[in-house]
DNA sequence: GATGAATGAGCATTCATTCAT
DNA sequence: TATGAATGAATGCTCATTCAT
């Protein structure tokens, strides 16, 4: 029954896994973590409620699992977007349109990592969230590259810059997904990036 | 600071109100909304559980006037941050030397913001902020001038760009928050503030 | 402290302790026991929640002392009722119109008795209730010189009798509350007498 | 009697609803609705507090419930009890002998009949009780017949007789259960009855 | 592996009662 | 006497987790 890889992660018996999954997302985006419930996540699925628990080891493991794949798909995509591009104001570009790009193609999962990545400091510092930390880290080398080409001022900091373009994407995102999907997310991100390019870039 | 208990029957109620208030940041900071306990806020605010509904309706009450509280602070000190200043480069500068004051005086505070302000989308659906939407729409007024004053770049939308730079303020202190408060703000501040004005004004 | 008798029971600052009597028969009367708030009581009788334990020990206290308030004016309204009455079936005929007659001049006064009087088993059993007992004693008592006089069949027991005639008022009473009040209860009251005098009397 | 466990998944869920509805019946007898526990329910019988929830919805329908499994087995019990039986009078006899059977064999169920059925005016509103009107509209369905037979008076209004009967009844059951079933009730039950028939049967 | 009935710890909220004023 | 703010024990209900089938 279970054929090769079909899946991302491992892949045992990964149909269910993959469905529970895709559940826990959209419940976790529709309720919150703590307001979501596992049985609804399993109604979703269409799986038992017991049966989460073969897969995933409680309710907070379910989450983190939920993060990495989110975060491992937003690498990935980031990764096949960048292909071709050497130069950093143009990474940055395709960085900032890959990010509205998933979050318009998959809006539960904007809202997973809008609001459950700020979840509890006691909850998010317990957990590293690690795939996060190296998409950061991605961004942030685009940008050190940059400053080393000379694009990018040589003021800038290229950890605290990753970290306030993310917070600068983000924010937007929340707010879109607050309002209920209601504005062109284009229109925002144009914006983003004229406001990052010029607040980095070498004077003229 | 600490006028003579004058307000009602003893000068007992509104301090105990404050006290609530007070625990409540701290609790809500520490926990988060959801796993804070009502009982912990009553030990922390030395007062009993059943003292809470006293002044509040229920916990989710208690966490609004809390964002209230909090907002109603942020937009009366920045009022005074902003007096004397008129231009607005100066006056986004202060903006952002206000905000990160703020935060570095009451950490909890900048948790609370960080991490409540994006609960459940349910919550904060119902829950429409309206004191948030004012602190947004003060930085918008700013933006909006200097675009006028044709210190901004005429492409700049006021109300993005101040989304996007609350979105770099909120993240930078984030990250501040969730490592336990472990690197300097004050640079993470000029580099924010570095980024924003060459993001935003007219080029040279 | 404890000067003449200026009101019924005793009599201390008469005036509060019959304000809250009163307001307590009327939410008995509305919520039934167990959801009745003493401060709603209070609220109803313009009084503050402490003052009420001036004048009672507490919520038990207040209920019973509702009850013998209660039974002593419908003891005290039957003696005048039965005045001058001597023969049997007519003083009967006076209890049941004197029953009906209190319920529709005080009728959260009939939804007392109706309802709490049942209240929880162990309640009703630890409070003896003696001047409920003492109002079937008269009734009881009435039936029995009738039965000695030859009104009533010498093979009715005067006790159950004087219950079973309670009881027939008491529902019908109960079923008019239930209803809210819409029909005719002098009806329903001579039903009774009909059926309680054709089935106690001697036959002709 | 028990046929072999062919309900819900293993025999366990019919059991199980039975066990609560049991221990439901013995607890509100012995405490009343409002001082019955839901735990001291669940320990009654034998079950978890969360398994209550699983049967029935809260409390009140819990409450709700009792009634109406107390009043089907009342009405089933009394249309057996009716069998092969015509003649008006002797109907009425049997009803009030089944009636007495079943407080006998199920005092608590006469507890909870007797007591709860009167419970806060409030609760007994919302809830219209269709079973029980039912049993009502049995007994009145006798009289009439025995008033269309000649059996009874023409001036007995079957309603009010069958009300006034189920109040004779009930509150001697009430005066038996609180007293703590010292008396014997078969010497009650053949008073209710001759009180009953000869205050509504034609006069010879 | 899969199920879902059963479990019971956990928590917000209520409200009778107290007591400083 | 009178007040009403403060108290904190008490309880209905939820839901993550387990485990017999």
Same mark, same amino acid.
């Given at each position: ?10 892949g045992?018996s990964?149909?269910? #896994?993959?469905r !529970?999954?895709r559940?826990a997302?959209? &419940?976790? %985006?529709?309720k919150g973590?703590f307001?979501a419930?596992i049985s @609804? ?5 269409e799986v038992a409620d ?11 493991d379910?989450?983190i ?13 980031l990764k096949?977007a960048?292909e ?8 940055? #570009?395709?960085? !900032?349109e890959?990010?509205?790009?998933? &979050?318009? %193609?998959h809006?539960?999962i904007?809202a997973?990592i809008?609001? @459950?990545l700020?979840?509890?400091p ?5 957990y ?6 190296q998409y950061?880290?991605?961004i942030?080398a ?13 003021d800038?900091?290229?950890?605290i810059?990753a ?5 600068m994407?983000d924010e937007?995102?929340?707010s879109?997904?607050? &309002?209920g ?5 284009r229109?925002?991100a144009?914006q ?13």
């Amino acid at each position: 029954m279970e054929q090769g890889k079909t899946t991302i992660r491992g892949g045992r018996s990964g149909d269910k #896994r993959e469905r !529970i999954l895709r559940a826990a997302i959209q &419940v976790f %985006a529709e309720k919150g973590f703590f307001q979501a419930k596992i049985s @609804e996540i399993a109604t979703v699925a269409e799986v038992a409620d017991g049966t989460i628990y073969l897969y995933f080891d409680n309710k907070d493991d379910l989450l983190i699992q939920v993060f990495e794949e989110i975060m491992v798909r937003f690498i990935e995509g980031l990764k096949v977007a960048l292909e071709g591009s050497e130069e950093a104001s143009d990474r940055i #570009r395709r960085v !900032i349109e890959h990010h509205f790009s998933m &979050v318009e %193609a998959h809006p539960d999962i904007a809202a997973v990592i809008a609001v @459950e990545l700020r979840q509890s400091p006691k909850f998010m510092k317990e957990y590293k969230n690690p795939k996060f930390a190296q998409y950061m880290r991605s961004i942030a080398a685009i940008i050190e590259e940059g400053v080393r080409m000379g694009t990018f001022r040589g003021d800038v900091d290229p950890i605290i810059a990753a970290r306030a373009l993310f917070g600068m994407l983000d924010e937007v995102v929340l707010s879109w997904v607050l &309002v209920g999907r209601r504005f062109d997310l284009r229109h925002s991100a144009e914006q983003v990036r004229i406001i990052f390019m010029h607040g980095t870039r070498t004077s003229t």
